[in-house]
């Protein structure tokens, strides 16, 4: 049975090398039999500033309602996988996708708070959740001196609002400024296949 997968992508540049890792993860996960939901953030000139209404809106644990995101929170509810295809700048998300989790991931769809309380597991339908991210570092320097802040931030903090039981897979493309451009497909193609097979063993 195919799993809904919702890819959310980020970068400025549709035809980039990051792109064309939306590109190749789409058509191999299409061919594998899932349906595949992308949500390209620039390419929808989507808003990621969280504006005073919406932040007390937070504040308050409550909803806030706002029509240019209703696609967007229906796409994270029906989703069972999600994944992740984005650059790393300055050792985080780039703001365009930060905003998108500031803004969709609102009280009583990505979390709720009881008592003042932030409560986990509020995405119990989405049980696979991947990510694809260049680095221009090398990886010794993103994962022991900078100590690995984006895998840090979804893996062990998005990952908490998800399904118990929630599998993950990290797919980092390190060095990405000083490879060769064969080198570089490698890079991809093994990140694609890594993140397309463990989508498969999800099937359930």
């Not at 900078?146 to 399904?163: D, I, N, S």
């Not at 980092?172 to 993140?195: K, T």
Request: hydrophobic share 45%.
């Amino acid at each position: 049975m195919a799993m809904q997968v919702l890819v959310v992508f980020c970068h400025p540049a549709r035809d980039s090398y990051v792109g064309s890792i939306l590109d190749a993860l789409a058509a191999r996960l299409e061919a594998g039999g899932h349906a595949v939901r992308v949500i390209d953030l620039y390419g929808e000139g989507f808003d990621p500033v969280l504006d005073r209404e919406a932040w007390k809106a937070h504040r308050q644990g409550r909803s806030h309602e706002d029509p240019s995101l209703a696609a967007h929170i229906s796409a994270l509810r029906a989703c069972e996988a999600l994944v992740f295809v984005f650059p790393t700048w300055w050792y985080g998300l780039p703001a365009m996708l930060k905003g998108w989790l500031d803004r969709t991931w609102q009280p009583n769809v990505a979390f709720t708070l009881e008592g003042g309380v932030f409560q986990t597991h509020a995405l119990k339908g989405i049980r696979r959740f991947a990510a694809i991210s260049t680095h221009g570092s090398p990886g010794w320097f993103i994962e022991w001196i900078v100590g690995a802040p984006v895998w840090r931030q979804l893996m062990r903090g998005l990952g908490l609002q998800f399904a118990s039981g929630l599998r993950t897979c990290w797919r980092p493309i390190y060095a990405v400024d000083g490879r060769s451009q064969a080198d570089l497909a490698q890079a991809r193609d093994r990140a694609v296949s890594d993140v397309a097979q463990f989508l498969d063993r999800g099937r359930p």
